[in-house]
């Protein structure tokens, strides 16, 4: 059978071939971050508010602007935490650390918000792969309004939701761009989920974090 000569559309077609089988192959990777918080990880969380307290090298993030307007606070949280760079010289424990660092003082979620971080940021062997195809990750949220079942849930607690604790749903569209034999693929999806804070009178003077719900099953 002779061989055929490749056409410039040929060698199109099998770039585009390419580049299918590498976001097909980031995907596997990628989606190992899962959906849902990774409750196997809690174990690993010490007990203090702050598991991942480390000093971020220099050019580090920053910290969230304080605010007792629940909606932009949701907002700055949101970034934080999901807006990530594997090639920045920071680690997941760097991301979580500014996160962690806005939770309500004596809160007794504060453990369980831990938990709630780690399941949304790669454990570090994911992100040693993932820095390998200099993988980045933003957020553009499109929607953020206190959850619509919220008052419901204030109503039946009878008084054991105290003021100024509210929830507010973010709907965003989540991107992850990679870099594979210099060509570069971006992967968006929509996500949804729910941020529950502290806000004025239950805390003083500016909100404060709660817990996340899960991915994609906000309230």
Known sequence: MPIVARTAGSRRFMAVIAVVAFVTAVLIVLYRLGDEPDTSRADELPSSLNPYAQDPPD??????????????????????????????????????AVVLAEAA???EEARDLATDVAGYLPADDVWEQLRQYQTK????????RVASGWSSVVEESHGQVPDGTTAVTIRAFRYRDSVHNDEQATVREKVTFTV???????????C??????????PL
């Open 59 to 96: 050019g580090g993030l920053p910290s969230i602007r304080a605010t007792n307007d629940a909606i932009p606070y949701a907002r700055a949280i949101s970034e934080a935490l999901f807006n990530w760079d594997t090639t920045s010289g920071l680690y997941p424990r760097d991301y979580a």
């Open 105 to 107: 003082p004596d809160a």
């Open 137 to 144: 990750q933003r957020i553009e949220v499109y929607s953020a």
């Open 196 to 206: 529950f804070l502290a806000c004025p009178p239950r805390v003083e003077e500016w």
């Open 208 to 217: 404060r974090l709660l817990r996340f719900s899960e991915l994609n099953d």
